[in-house]
């Protein structure tokens, strides 16, 4: 009896969470989802939203760009984060603490400020740019802020720390011991790497390449105020639809919200298909 007693208490403090993520999640998910099955003005139900957003070319070159620039940012980052975060775990237990602090701080500088940052830095009359066009440099002479290019070093920025901060904690999970026998049976610092390291690390590498890849598909701030509407992402259009000066086509937007999701959670079941299979010859 006292059992029941106590599973009851502690569901009932589970009440005030289930309300919470029914209220901001759950509820506004399946609104979104009716939404996008209801014809332009909620008329009626349709498949013509889908069919919009999947057959027309300026939908799908959204999609396309979004996803390229999802997928760079997120390559990148990964890169540099597994060598960053293998080199924290080298400082002292202070340093890595200071470093990490710094990591999460700037993992969230992200919107509007860290647009405007880099328009100061990096723009046509930026800081940078400037300096370099005064000293005769020409290292920014190509390079356009407002472009691809542009857009996949901003979203780098706020994307490596994240994964540094996610990487980290793995190289804990490789033990002194393992180096020391390695090299006690005359494996070389690579190959130890390359045969106990990377596999021991690979499915955390394998997830948080998952987390990067939907932060950037979901970026909307950060791209919105550099960019505006001059170039063609997907959670740009998904905004101007919802919000636009001229013409707003919730019903459109929640279709293409739909594919957005679909879409990350279509990279994520891949990434796991792989880890299965990485586990599955590893063992």
Same mark, same amino acid.
């Given at each position: 009896m006292n059992a029941w007693i106590k599973q009851g208490r502690t569901l009932l403090l589970l009440v005030p969470f289930a309300v919470i993520i029914s209220a901001f999640e759950l509820i506004p998910l399946l609104a979104m989802a009716l939404d996008s099955f209801r /014809?332009? /003005?909620g008329e009626g139900w349709t498949l013509q939203q889908y069919v %919009? &957003? $999947?057959t027309n070319k300026f939908y799908l070159v959204a999609l396309q760009n979004s996803v390229l620039i999802s997928f760079f940012s997120s390559v990148c980052a990964i890169i540099v984060a597994l060598f960053a975060a293998y080199s924290i775990t080298r400082f002292s237990p202070s340093a890595r603490e200071k470093i990490l602090n710094f990591s999460n701080m700037t993992s969230n500088y992200a919107g !509007?400020?860290? &647009? *405007? &940052?880099? !328009?100061?830095l990096l723009g046509n009359? /930026? $800081? *940078? %740019?400037?300096l370099f066009q005064r000293m005769g440099w020409e290292v920014l002479a190509d390079f356009d802020l407002y472009s691809w290019t542009g857009l996949t070093l901003v979203y780098v920025y706020f994307q490596i720390p994240l994964a540094v901060l996610l990487l980290y904690p793995t190289y804990f999970g490789i033990q002194e011991q393992w180096k020391e026998s390695a090299a006690l049976l005359g494996a070389s610092p690579a190959q130890f790497w390359r045969h106990v390291g990377l596999p021991v690390i690979l499915p955390s590498v394998v997830g948080t390449f998952s987390i990067l890849f939907a932060n950037a598909m979901g970026a909307y701030a950060t791209a919105y105020a550099l960019v505006g509407s001059s170039y063609n992402l997907l959670s740009i259009r998904i905004g101007s639809l919802v919000a636009g000066d001229v013409i707003t086509r919730p019903e459109l937007a929640s279709a293409l919200a739909v594919i957005l999701g679909v879409t990350m959670l279509g990279a994520m079941w891949i990434n796991e298909r792989m880890m299965r299979r990485v586990r599955r010859d590893l063992q």
């Open positions: /014809g332009d /003005g %919009t &957003a $999947l !509007v400020p860290l &647009a *405007f &940052a880099y !328009v100061i009359n /930026g $800081l *940078f %740019t400037l």
